[in-house]
């Protein structure tokens, strides 16, 4: 009973580097999220995807950009790294109508950006 | 999009009941409450989940008063293993996935 996967568990990039985070969840949820926390801060909404074939930008997408491959997966991928990319990032899902719109979160993404 | 407000901080000792209140002032009428918690390391987890009045599960109690605008969290006799940051979290159920935006949350700390 896997839930939410995230790969990879720890990143070290050198500032301009690429790199893809992945998220797959096994609950067959319509609905998918990536967010960033910041050492001792609240998270923050980067992109969330609706449903398969959908994406759209959250609080701060700006230097990220996702891809809903297929209704398990979605991806955020950033181009050119920089330090204030630092952060942990987690993935999420949701079921859609007739569920209670819990959120179900990944362990986490941390990436350093040197 | 309802904004929330919470704490930033609170303290505790064991056997204490705690109540942690969020404001929301501007929550739509198809807008559900729901409160989650994270413990470090980890991502957050749902504990409770209200629309109005009083739910009640196996570890918390939310009270939401009739205009809705604020909503507290009730943990009764926490223990040192409820320090955690909770967050308070208003949206709809049903939007198909829209814009979930997090507060800052509240951090308790529990003490013997």
């Known amino acids: 009973n896997a839930g939410v996967t995230q790969t990879p568990k720890f990143q070290v990039l050198k500032t301009g580097q690429s790199m893809t985070l992945q998220c797959a969840q096994d609950?067959?949820?319509?609905?998918m999220y990536w967010y960033r926390q910041d050492p001792g801060m609240g998270l923050r909404l980067i992109y969330y995807?609706?449903?398969?074939?959908?994406?759209d930008k959250g609080e701060v997408p700006n230097g990220y950009n996702v891809s809903r491959l297929n209704k398990r997966e979605f991806s955020l991928r950033l181009e050119s790294a920089a330090p204030s990319q630092t952060s942990v990032y987690f993935c999420?899902?949701?079921?859609?109508?007739?569920?209670?719109?819990?959120?179900?979160f990944g362990e986490g993404s941390r990436l350093t950006v040197l | 999009l309802a904004k929330t407000t919470q704490p930033i901080s609170m303290d505790s000792y064991e056997g204490q009941e705690v109540n942690i209140t969020c404001s929301h002032n501007?929550?739509?009428?198809?807008?559900?409450i729901t409160w989650y918690q994270q413990f470090p390391s980890q991502g957050p987890r749902f504990i409770i989940q209200?629309?109005?009045t009083k739910v009640t599960n196996e570890v918390a109690s939310l009270f939401i008063p009739a205009d809705r605008k604020s909503s507290t969290l009730s943990l009764p006799r926490v223990s040192l293993s409820d320090t955690a940051v909770y967050y308070c979290?208003?949206?709809?159920?049903?939007?198909?996935?829209?814009?979930?935006?997090f507060g800052q949350g509240t951090e308790l700390s529990v003490k013997p």
């Open positions: 209200g629309y109005k």
């Open positions: 999420a899902s949701r079921a859609g109508v007739g569920n209670t719109g819990e959120l179900f």
């Open positions: 995807s609706a449903s398969e074939g959908t994406t």
């Open positions: 609950m067959n949820h319509n609905s």
């Open positions: 501007n929550i739509a009428t198809n807008d559900y």
């Open positions: 979290l208003v949206g709809a159920l049903y939007n198909q996935g829209g814009k979930l935006i």
